[in-house]
């Protein structure tokens, strides 16, 4: 599923709403998410699962093109782990 296709959903499902302020309301929650994640805070979606930032160590890589060894510098990335009611609906059956 794209934005779009969220943004499209949210209008359907509330009617009451103008598809402009569906997209407000999913780049709002986007944006609050990325912005916590940016400041290295967890973001915990009960039933859903959590944001946090895991730190990768620096190391040396090589270039896949020419093999010759390349240092990677540290850096921080996204990690989501998918909560239990998530996980239970996906191996549901039927």
């Known amino acids: 599923m794209t934005k779009s296709e969220l943004v499209a959903r949210i209008a359907r499902l509330n009617p009451h709403l103008y598809q402009s302020d569906a997209e407000r309301v999913v780049s709002a929650v986007f944006d609050a998410i990325a912005a916590s994640l940016a400041k290295g805070q967890r973001i915990e979606l009960r039933g859903f699962g959590v944001f946090s930032v895991r730190t ?14 390349v240092s990677v510098e540290a850096k ?16 549901a059956e039927g």
């Not at 990768?56 to 060894?69: D, F, L, S, V």
């Not at 990335?77 to 191996?91: E, I, Q, S, T, Y």
């Open 76 to 91: 921080n990335v996204p990690f989501f782990k998918a909560g239990k009611k998530l996980k239970d609906r996906m191996n």
């Open 56 to 69: 990768r160590n620096a190391r040396a890589g090589r270039n896949p093109r020419t093999g010759e060894k």
